[in-house]
Nanobody, 121 residues
Framework: QVQLVESGGGSVQAGGPLRLSCVAS????????MAWFRQAAGKQREWVSH???????GYSDSVKGRFTISRDNAKNTLYLQMNNLKPEDTAMYYC???????????????WGQGTQVTVSS
């Protein structure tokens, strides 16, 4: 059974950093692309970033240059380092596993339960 468990969310002031983690279990972690999505209150869930098993990454324009995605395949763990956070980054952040090719994310096979990030001005 696939399990994705996020942690690291919290409240931070604008300009500050946060680091999210997602521990995966129940499947062959190395075989799948991993991604972060977010959903702000009243809005649709949106793709933020992804990383392929080989390390290719993609970022949405809204976070490019501020967020860095990485994966530790030995620990089955996905990370999202978020720097220079803005109030508009406030959202529930979800870890996901699925398929991608290079810089393009295709679809989600499983979701985590989410971790809340709140950025105050």
């Amino acid at each position: 059974q696939v399990q994705l468990v996020e942690s690291g969310g919290g409240s931070v002031q604008a300009g500050g950093p946060l680091r999210l983690s997602c521990v995966a279990s129940g499947y062959t972690y190395l075989s799948y692309c991993m991604a972060w999505f977010r959903q702000a209150a009243g809005k649709q869930r949106e793709w933020v970033s992804h990383v392929s098993p080989a390390g290719s990454t993609g970022y949405s324009d809204s976070v490019k240059g501020r967020f860095t995605i990485s994966r530790d395949n030995a620990k089955n763990t996905l990370y999202l380092q978020m720097n220079n956070l803005k109030p508009e980054d406030t959202a529930m952040y979800y870890c996901a596993m699925g398929s991608c090719r290079g810089g393009t994310w295709y679809d989600v096979a499983a979701w985590g339960q989410g971790t809340q990030v709140t950025v105050s001005s």
